[in-house]
């Protein structure tokens, strides 16, 4: 059995969620500059790939600016893991309360 194998298997839910947020944004991060950031695009490709529709339409460049301007709290054109973070942290809340709202 791998090393990873016998870690995911002693990992909590949890740390397996903060595992995956870590390896999610490296693989997304990692593709042109900056590989501790996301740019615009590679912000454009994860939230294609991992969210959906779940937060705008995917060729909708205004809501991609909207989304990213938002992120970018520091202004330095890119969204680093901490701005990446909150962004998925605000979504769960989001879904919490929709799910508990329908109880």
Known sequence: MS????MSLIMSDI?????LLISTFDKYSGKEGDKNTLSKEELKDLLQNEFGEMLCKS???AAIDRIFNDLD???SN???FGEFVRMVCCLTEMC???FVSRK
């Open 3 to 6: 090393h990873s194998r016998i």
């Open 15 to 19: 740390q397996k969620a903060m595992a």
């Open 59 to 61: 060729n909708d460049k």
């Open 73 to 75: 709290r520091d202004k």
């Open 78 to 80: 890119s969204v680093d």
């Open 96 to 98: 919490h309360e929709y």
